[in-house]
């Protein structure tokens, strides 16, 4: 692709091949194609997203533009050329003098990047010293001057800090101020908003791309979010299993895609659900419940009343720390309340786990955020939904093999995979058999704490349309944990917004989501990315009209 303008090429792949090798049980190993026939130019300046679901190769070509390949990946052919020169042909020495003064690389998980041991400060000039940019005040005035442009609060002394006295969204404006003080030519974001919440995510969105304008840095934005890098690149390469599907101006990619794939990612939750009217009665109803954690000291919720009704979908939204998970570990016995009562079909639910019986447990079931540590590694698909089958109906042999070909029958994969591991399995059939493994005990209410905030869009929709078909087939009602106003839009009949503990809005669908509306569901509301080019100066200047006005 001709650069824009004719500016000048700073970043030049060419015909990138990169590859593996695979090692499965009882097989010899074998090399795969991760990324296959790659070749694009990024100018300086320029932002280029790259967008695909996961192993479509985003983060394996973003690291290969400094030369490197984690877990054994290997660079097999191709060219990589910065600055004119093909880095591929660069010794060890000269790629660690590439890495950090010329590319930089922002990572998803900035609470897992940083030091905790040290402070900010001394881990921003870290690369700035090393590489011999600028000396210790030359390097830590930049950092200050960095915070400031990041709207970071307190610039001049936030360094001081460790990371674990700042929040999430501000670590991930630092670790972007770590990248910048270098002053490299090109820096590689890896999904630096995915963790955060949306209220958060737009803050961050908006300091980088203001970043990037100021520094005049070419970027590669990795994302699985469409939405989200259309706020922030001048161009779109569309990603999938290790090839280009398609690549353009990023107005062209989301107004008038070309490829089917592309056409998905940009339809992508489009579920249609209709409200469905509540029963007479609840299954569950939570009354006036307070939590702590500390022995009481710290309150996470307080005065909390939900209801939910039987075949229906109860979503629970708010940002990090508002109490919604708490709220599940209070309904499912983990955490006894201080205060209040939890109610399951009329009748009161111990506090405590412990003291629930078999019945109890049974008909209250959880669906887990990360699929990938909810099951046990070293049993295989039959095993891990077979357990509560054996353990609350006392089924065993070809009766409880049964169940579970049926089970896979529900959930849409098949008995097929039923011997198999959950490291044999993708991230949205690790999910399907979480869900499956809930289902096999019959319940009356899952709690489904953010079972798609870690999947891919198409991936995700996948799933809530089977929470949906299943909701229906089963007439199981769901507490739905989120913090996505979409995946909330997608399933809910009814709206239970969080805010430090308490219940801010709650009612239907349609009432929560219809204004007039308080100032968090209002500043919810408004956070989310929508799939427009220019959503995010308008969200932002929408923010500023309201704060000038208060």
């Not at 990938?372 to 109906?393: C, H, S, W």
Request: with cysteine; net charge neutral.
């Amino acid at each position: 692709m001709p650069d824009a303008g004719g500016t000048e090429t700073l970043l030049d792949i060419r015909d990138l091949r990169i590859e593996a090798t695979v090692y499965a049980p009882g097989e010899d190993p074998r090399d795969v194609v991760i990324v296959d026939g790659i070749s694009f130019k990024l100018a300086k300046g320029r932002v280029l997203g790259l967008i695909g679901e996961s192993g479509a190769g985003k983060s394996t070509i973003g690291l290969s533009s400094m030369g490197y390949g984690r877990g054994g990946v290997r660079i097999t052919g191709g060219e990589i050329i910065v600055n004119g020169r093909d880095i591929r042909k660069l010794g060890p020495r000269g790629l660690r003098k590439l890495r950090g003064s010329e590319v930089c690389y922002v990572a998803q998980s900035a609470a897992a990047a940083f030091n905790p041991a040290h402070k900010l400060m001394d881990q921003v000039v870290e690369a700035a010293l090393r590489h011999g940019t600028a000396n210790r005040r030359e390097a830590e005035a930049r950092a200050v001057e960095l915070f400031r442009k990041l709207s970071l609060p307190n610039p001049e002394t936030i360094g001081k800090r460790y990371p674990h006295q700042v929040s999430g969204g501000q670590l991930q404006r630092v670790m972007t101020a770590m990248a910048l003080c270098s002053k490299p030519d090109l820096i590689v974001f890896d999904e630096p908003t995915t963790a955060l919440d949306v209220t958060t995510q737009i803050d961050v969105l908006a300091a980088i791309k203001d970043a990037i304008a100021d520094t005049h840095v070419a970027a590669l934005y990795i994302t699985h979010d469409l939405a989200v890098v259309a706020q922030v690149s001048d161009e779109i390469m569309v990603l999938r299993h290790g090839k280009m599907i398609e690549h353009g101006e990023t107005r062209q990619i989301i107004e008038a895609p070309r490829k089917d794939y592309t056409k998905a990612l940009v339809s992508v939750r489009s579920i249609e659900h209709e409200e469905k009217k509540p029963a007479t009665q609840p299954i569950l109803r939570v009354e006036d419940v307070t939590a702590a954690y500390g022995g009481g000291v710290v309150r996470v919720l307080q005065d909390v009343s939900v209801d939910i009704f039987p075949g229906q979908t109860l979503a629970v939204v708010g940002e990090s720390g508002s109490g919604k998970s708490t709220l599940a570990r209070v309904i499912t016995g983990l955490l006894p309340p201080l205060e209040g009562t939890v109610s399951f079909e009329g009748r009161p639910l111990p506090p405590r786990l412990a003291n629930r019986t078999k019945d109890d447990l049974r008909e209250l079931q959880m669906i887990y955020q990360m699929a990938d540590v909810a099951m046990n590694p070293r049993q295989t698909v039959k095993t891990i939904i077979g357990r509560p089958l054996e353990f609350y109906f006392g089924m065993r042999g070809a009766e409880r093999d049964r169940r579970v070909a049926e089970l896979l029958e529900e959930i849409e994969m098949g008995k097929g995979f039923a011997d198999r591991y959950p490291a044999e399995l993708s991230g949205g059939q690790k999910q399907r058999v979480c869900i499956a493994r809930a289902l096999a005990a019959k319940p009356k209410l899952i709690i489904c704490d953010e079972v798609t905030s870690a999947l891919d869009p198409l991936v995700a929709d996948g799933i809530l349309k089977l929470l949906l078909d299943l909701q229906k087939r089963e007439d199981v009602a769901y507490l739905f944990i989120t913090h996505d106003l979409a995946t909330v839009r997608a399933i809910a009949d009814s709206i239970a917004v969080m805010y430090q503990g308490k219940v801010v809005r709650y009612g239907t669908k349609t009432e929560v989501l219809t204004p007039p509306y308080d100032d968090y569901t209002e500043l919810l509301l408004s956070s989310v990315p929508e799939m427009e080019v220019g959503w995010l100066e308008k969200a932002i200047a929408g923010r500023r009209m309201e704060a000038a006005g208060n």
